[in-house]
């Protein structure tokens, strides 16, 4: 049993090496963290475009004008600091996969999520606990820290690695459109089931916070009040986890991470 564990680590190490070697490994904005990025930009847009558009064609856009307007007025203002970021740090580039849209739809659920090009969708049981736009601004430079960080990407290149291993390598990684198909349904299925996407990991999760509460303080939000909220959002859970902490770290690692994170943010950005 061991030795077939060990040999599968071997050979997943390879494989990785391999890929990397091919041009497939990239670097996350801001954190600098290497990833596997075996699917283009093009086609991780293209799937998710689909699987998104599908989405908001049965999704009830809410009819909270007041709430839609912040949710877009946050977003935007998020987007802009960001892309501002990326043109001062040499990834003017990047700015081209995306095309951001902020919509709130009536969902109960204290929820939100993103799609790769800066698909952002809230939902308005998340809303009902927010008090203001700095709060707002903590889920909203989440979301578009996973956009920014292309983790859905990296997330699909490890599925097709998986399930696919070295056939990918034989293949060669313009040959896998079909992989990447079949692959998207689960990344992104949002048609099948409202809203639910494949968990990012925690890794992702930790990273996401990191480079969200940077966004914040980019686009003049203030950063400090996601202890707050992340406090907040774990006490208001007496009968069951809200969706967007149900497959995310522990609040008390969430908040001790975010309170580490803080000081070091603060005084550089």
């Known amino acids: ?106 969902d109960n659920q204290v929820n939100a999520f993103c799609m790769p090009g800066g698909k952002i969708v809230v939902y308005e049981g998340l809303m009902n606990i927010i008090s203001s736009e700095d709060e707002l601004a903590v889920v909203i430079g989440h979301e578009v820290a996973h956009a920014v960080a292309k983790h859905s990407n990296e997330r699909m290149s490890q599925q097709i690695l998986a399930q696919y291993g070295a056939q990918i390598l034989s293949q060669g990684l313009s040959q896998k459109s079909a992989a990447v198909q079949q692959i998207a349904g689960s990344v992104f299925g949002l048609g099948a089931q409202y809203g639910v996407m494949l968990p990012f990991s925690r890794k992702h999760e930790y990273e996401a916070d990191y480079m969200g509460l940077i966004f914040m303080r980019m686009a003049g939000y203030n950063p400090d009040v996601a202890v707050n909220f992340w406090e907040k959002m774990s006490s208001g859970s007496t009968q069951k986890v809200p969706e967007l902490l149900s497959t995310h770290p522990s609040d008390a690692n969430r908040i001790q991470k975010i309170k580490e994170s803080l000081p070091g943010i603060k005084s550089k950005y």
């Not at 699917?39 to 004008?65: F, G, R, W």
């Open 1 to 106: 049993m061991k030795r077939n564990y060990l040999g599968a680590l071997v050979l997943g190490l390879v494989l990785l090496c391999g890929l990397c070697g091919l041009s497939s490994c990239g670097s996350v904005a801001v954190t600098g963290r290497k990833q596997l990025l075996l699917v283009s930009d093009q086609e991780i847009l293209t799937s998710s475009l689909t699987q998104y558009k599908e989405y908001m064609k049965s999704a009830p856009i809410s009819t909270k004008k007041t709430q839609s307007d912040m949710v877009s007025r946050v977003g935007k203002r998020l987007a802009n600091a960001t892309e501002s970021y990326l043109k001062n740090n040499g990834l003017s580039a990047e700015i081209q996969n995306f095309a951001w849209e902020f919509s709130l739809v009536k």
